[in-house]
């Protein structure tokens, strides 16, 4: 031990310290140790009652957020029920016609521009229907689906 001491000596930032030895030595640093422990215990506790408490409001506030009423997609009219609402509920046995319009649909319309000029780009068909290019993007991926169109490069083209 005494070649250890050496060598803290040497460095000129310590010193040599002796630890007091015996029984009264760790008694005090017990009690000291129990002391600030004790000393802590209220505002640890007081963590633990906060903490449960943000989570209690937490989860009061969850449900407040569930129940506001969500809007529905684009094109779909009050009271009407998606695919899996109906597989949860009851079926109706009388099938329900969709109503189509007298002078055909807008896809029918933009499926006859296509194929009268091949290659015509959205905005372009969208200024010969006088209808905007949003409404038309939805319309055209519908036709590319049913394989009426097709898309290549951003020129349209019918099948």
Do not use: W
């Amino acid at each position: 031990m005494s070649a250890i001491c050496e060598t803290y000596s040497s460095i000129p930032h310590f010193e040599e310290v002796t630890m007091p030895t015996g029984r009264n030595f760790l008694a005090r640093q017990r009690d000291q140790i129990t002391k600030r422990l004790d000393e802590l215990r209220p505002l640890y506790d007081e963590y633990l009652a906060l903490e449960k408490a943000h989570e209690a409001l937490e989860r009061l506030e969850a449900p407040v957020r569930r129940a506001v009423r969500r809007k529905r997609g684009p094109g779909r009219p009050p009271g009407s029920r998606t695919s899996a609402s109906r597989a949860r509920g009851s079926r109706r046995t009388t099938a329900t016609r969709r109503r189509t319009r007298a002078g055909g649909t807008r896809a029918d319309e933009a499926a006859k521009v296509i194929k009268a000029n091949p290659g015509i780009t959205i905005p372009e068909l969208a200024e010969k229907l006088k209808i905007r290019p949003n409404y038309l993007y939805r319309v055209t991926g519908q036709l590319q689906k049913e394989r009426r169109i097709k898309k290549r490069g951003r020129g349209l083209h019918a099948t």
